[in-house]
């Protein structure tokens, strides 16, 4: 074992797993690198300019890419490693932005949110929010989606179902649920009440995890007491098909994040405070909080849990992916790469 500065190194090898890395970079590529060996075993070119998000399919044979000034989105076939089309809404005179992007689990079609800026003669005029249905296979918009209750939004956030025939508009009341041929509401779930009237307000983000089942969503909920007005978080999974929530509290409400590992009795999340970076083990299965360990990380960080649940990655604002063990929280090596990220993928052979 040896100690670097503040950092302990443990001497052996670090594995994660025998699954792939998508890595965005700057240098307008996407590095598909080998888990096991950390080792950059292909890079695709993307023509669109930086990839600033990728989206992997649900059955994880496309890869799609949007640029950093969200007009463009490219499609790659992940087992040729190729790009297979791309397209964008903007013209000569109109400025379309895809704020948001979710495809349906046959890859049949994406609903994008999108805001437009058209050019006139002494302006640009800002368009209004709006929801589209976009045709993957003819390349074209098919469908203009109301807004719930006819309000706006700048941001929203989709799930569907693992079947694809429903799609849940989430608002802050209420989750929405919506046939995908009629793009017409047919249910609503109040969320709130089937958790607990008396809890106060309840919030949870819906994460989407590639360890989790489809149709589930595991990830922290927050909650103000109604009477001593603290803030209190907890665990929460939520099955969207059954429209049931199976919660527990762990404590006074703080910053940290939270990241399912492989077979979902673990967790971790990272506490992201100046002089103050923490890893979090959440046990799952016990329901409470394992560790909270303190550790030298970095002005920015993102938190990946890797394929067999070993080593927990590091990563994004620079050209390295730290690897600590999940188990210690030491830290494994850094493997660095020749390009800063934009994003990154990780995925279970």
């Given amino acids: 074992m040896l100690l670097v500065g503040a950092r302990m190194l443990v001497a052996q ?29 292909d890079s695709m070119p993307v023509s669109i300019g930086i990839p ?34 791309k397209f964008t809404l903007s013209d000569d005179s109109t400025r379309v932005r895809m704020r948001g992007f979710n495809v349906d689990p046959k890859d049949r079609f994406a609903i994008l949110l999108v805001k437009t800026a058209r050019k006139k003669l002494d302006r640009w005029e800002i ?5 589209l ?8 918009v098919t469908d203009t989606i109301q807004w719930p209750d006819g309000k706006e939004r700048e941001f ?47 919030s949870f983000g819906f994460p989407e995890s590639l360890y989790e089942e489809n149709g589930f ?23 969207l098909a059954k429209r049931t929530v199976d919660f527990y509290p762990l404590g006074p409400s703080e910053s940290v994040g939270f990241a399912l590992a492989p077979g979902r009795q673990r967790a971790y999340g990272l506490r992201q405070q100046v002089g103050n ?27 990946t849990v890797s394929t067999n649940g070993n080593v927990l990655y590091v990563h994004t604002a ?18 660095t790469f020749t390009s800063d990220m934009t994003d990154i993928i990780v995925v279970p052979r």
Avoid: C
Avoid at 15 to 41: C, H, L, P
Avoid at 57 to 84: C, P, Q
Avoid at 127 to 131: D, V
């Fill in 133 to 140: 249905r976009y045709d993957l296979a003819t390349r074209a």
């Fill in 217 to 239: 969503s595991t990830g922290l909920f927050r909650t103000t007491d109604p009477i001593n007005r603290r803030t209190l978080m907890g665990v929460a999974r939520v099955d």
């Fill in 277 to 303: 970076y923490q890893f979090w083990t959440f046990d799952l299965e016990n329901r409470r909080v394992a560790q909270r360990v303190e550790f030298d990380g970095r002005p920015r960080m993102g938190l």
């Fill in 52 to 85: 600033i998000g990728l989206t992997l399919s649900v059955d994880r044979t496309k890869l799609y890419a949007t640029d950093a000034a969200f007009e463009w989105i490219e499609i790659f076939d992940v087992a040729t490693r190729k790009a297979t089309s």
């Fill in 156 to 202: 929203a956030q989709i799930l569907f179902s693992p079947d694809g025939a429903f799609m849940y508009f989430f608002t802050d009341e209420d989750v929405l649920i919506y046939d995908t041929k009629t793009l017409k509401q047919v249910d609503k779930w109040d969320l709130q009440r089937s958790v607990d009237d008396g809890l106060g307000n309840w």
């Fill in 13 to 41: 090898p670090a594995n994660g797993g025998n699954g792939t890395i998508f890595y965005g970079t700057y240098d307008k590529k996407v590095f598909v690198i080998d888990e096991s060996s950390m080792a950059v075993r």
């Fill in 127 to 131: 368009g209004k929010p709006t929801l």
């Fill in 318 to 335: 620079g050209a390295t992916i730290d690897m600590y063990d999940a188990q210690t929280l030491r830290l494994l090596r850094t493997a």
